[in-house]
Each structure stands twice: as structure tokens, then as C-alpha cells.
């Protein structure tokens, strides 16, 4: 195991670590590249599946309340079933884009 000067810090670590033990600065060039990417794509998926939530969410609601009546039956089952699950989905989706900005900071 050799030591390196951190090209941020300069103190001295391992050069065999990704991230800068004192700095976290990453050291992976190219990797971090690939990661970035990952980032983003992994930025548009949450995105994504934040929008389908989002329409389950409007379709449940439109649904429930279509032509001015409270809907009964299974559609009243249906209606609620894509009204609860795309809030909670689109609940959950939110709070992981916002913790997957955070990592990136
Ligand atoms: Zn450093």
C-alpha cells in the first residue's frame, strides 16, 4: 500500500482509496464520471416514477368523484386503491429524490 498527497488537501493517504480520508475528495477521475451519470439517471428514474404516482394520485381522485357523484362499489375500491397508493408512492418517491440530491452535495 503506497501513500499519496491528496491533490485537494495534500496530507497523505492511501492510494488505493477512493475518497480522501481528510478532504473526501474523490480520487476516481473516471469513475466519478460514471458515477455522476449514474447520478443523474438514477435523478430521472425517481423523477419518473414520481410522475407515474403523481397520475395514479389525479386518476384515483378523478375516478372517485366522477360525474359529481361519489363513486360506490369497486370503483369506489378501485378509485381509492390508485388515490392511496399514489399519494403514499409519490409521498416516498419525493423524499428519496431530496435524499438522493443531498448525497450528491
Ligand atoms: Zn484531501
Given at each position: 500500500m503506497a501513500l499519496i498527497n491528496c491533490p485537494n488537501c495534500q496530507k497523505r493517504i492511501s492510494d488505493?482509496?477512493?475518497?480522501?480520508?481528510?478532504?473526501?475528495?474523490?480520487?476516481a477521475g473516471e469513475s466519478e464520471s460514471k458515477a455522476t451519470i449514474r447520478h443523474i439517471e438514477k435523478s430521472n428514474k425517481l423523477m419518473n416514477h414520481s410522475f407515474i404516482f403523481m397520475t395514479l394520485f389525479v386518476f384515483g381522485a378523478v375516478l372517485w368523484f366522477w360525474g359529481g357523484e361519489v363513486a360506490q362499489g369497486y370503483k369506489l375500491i378501485i378509485s381509492s386503491a390508485c388515490f392511496a397508493i399514489g399519494f403514499i408512492g409519490y409521498l416516498i418517491t419525493r423524499v428519496r429524490i431530496v435524499l438522493h440530491k443531498r448525497k450528491s452535495v
Open positions: 488505493k482509496a477512493k475518497t480522501c480520508s481528510h478532504c473526501h475528495t474523490s480520487m
